[in-house]
């Protein structure tokens, strides 16, 4: 894998008060990977924020764990069959949020890293919903990233 990616990231909310919300983004960013562990930096940005998010996504075959700083702050980690707490810090305050992942897989060839999370979505140490969140990692001088792959199924 080279330096430079693409990522393309998808997530799903089902529940009580979700109507199956489904957000996707494609974004540039670097890779890397020391000692076993996988580095993605990329930067977002929110609309009708000013400034940026930087996120560094750190992984291997058992954890992923996501630091964002910027217009918001977190720092997640997602286990499989681990409960984690953290707070989110938004320009609106701040929440406490808990993520348990129930399903966790990484698959890596050389030209594509898949990473799929299925997790239940704590808020305020109430269930907000179940969810799921799809990276795809790409070379961007790769043939093998498509805009119209089928990112949730």
């Known amino acids: 894998m080279t330096k430079d990616v693409l990522i393309s990231i998808s997530g799903i909310q089902f ?12 974004t540039g960013g670097s890779y890397y990977k020391r000692k076993d562990k996988h580095y993605l930096l990329y930067e ?4 009708g924020m000013e400034g ?10 058992k954890a992923l764990q996501l630091t964002k700083s910027g217009v918001t702050n977190v720092n997640m980690l997602f286990e ?10 938004t320009p609106f305050g701040s929440i406490t949020i808990g993520v348990d ?4 897989e990484v698959t890596e060839t050389e030209e594509l890293i898949k990473i799929r999370i299925g997790y239940a979505l ?13 990276m795809d990692v790409t070379a961007k001088n790769e043939n093998a990233f498509s805009l ?3 990112i949730i199924e």
């Open 122 to 134: 704590d808020v305020n140490y109430k269930h907000l919903a179940n969810c799921e969140i799809r």
């Open 15 to 26: 529940g009580p008060d979700v109507d199956g919300d489904k957000v996707e983004v494609i």
């Open 52 to 61: 940026v998010t930087k996120n560094i996504v750190k992984f291997d075959d």
């Open 148 to 150: 119209d792959q089928q």
């Open 101 to 104: 992942a129930h399903d966790f």
């Open 44 to 47: 977002e940005i929110t609309e």
């Open 80 to 89: 499989e069959n681990k409960r984690n707490i953290t707070n989110y810090i």
